[in-house]
């Protein structure tokens, strides 16, 4: 068999660019959400997050939370307006958050059910004085989701009908 110098360059770069692209492929770690670069956040904690926003602000015969994607606004606030300290205060919080609920029932808050979901969050209601890291990431995140749902497009159209100016403009009327 003959093989001549450009299908052996181009067999070669085949295959080093296969080896190149092979750790990615079979990574089993969730990679760190990369739209938010000041929190050290993985997709598993955007997971829970989105499934937290959603109990807060379920999906009835309307949109939620879910479907507003309030909690990638919450996120989006906390790492781009949000102090260092507060930042910090706020994954700490949410690895507290995610260690009770792991402690109480046995799985992550995603994996349990809408009744253990509702007990989650009321018990999380109740300790919002409480002062530790947990009351503060949900406090601030309850606050974020319910900011991102009333500010979005849905409510504000279909809701809570947004007018830019009030009234109406009449151009020949002396002053």
Do not use: W
């Amino acid at each position: 068999m003959h093989i001549n110098r450009r299908t052996a360059i181009r067999q070669l770069f085949i295959i080093s660019a296969g080896a190149a692209v092979l750790p990615a492929c079979i990574n089993d770690k969730k990679p760190k959400a990369s739209a938010f670069s000041n929190l050290p956040i993985t997709t598993k904690d955007e997971d829970m997050m989105e499934a937290l926003a959603a109990t807060i602000i379920p999906t009835t015969d309307t949109p939620g939370a879910k479907e507003v994607a309030a909690h990638r606004f919450a996120l989006r606030m906390v790492n781009d307006l949000g102090k260092k300290e507060q930042r910090e205060q706020f994954v700490r919080g949410l690895k507290q958050f995610q260690d009770k609920v792991q402690k109480q029932y046995g799985k992550a808050y995603e994996k349990c059910t809408a009744q253990e979901q509702e007990k989650i969050v009321a018990a999380a209601i109740a300790a919002k004085d409480a002062g530790d890291d947990a009351a503060f990431f949900f406090d601030t995140f309850k606050h974020l989701t319910i900011q991102a749902f009333t500010s979005s497009e849905y409510y504000l159209t279909k809701v809570e009908i947004y007018k830019l100016v009030p009234g109406k403009y009449i151009s020949s009327v002396k002053v």
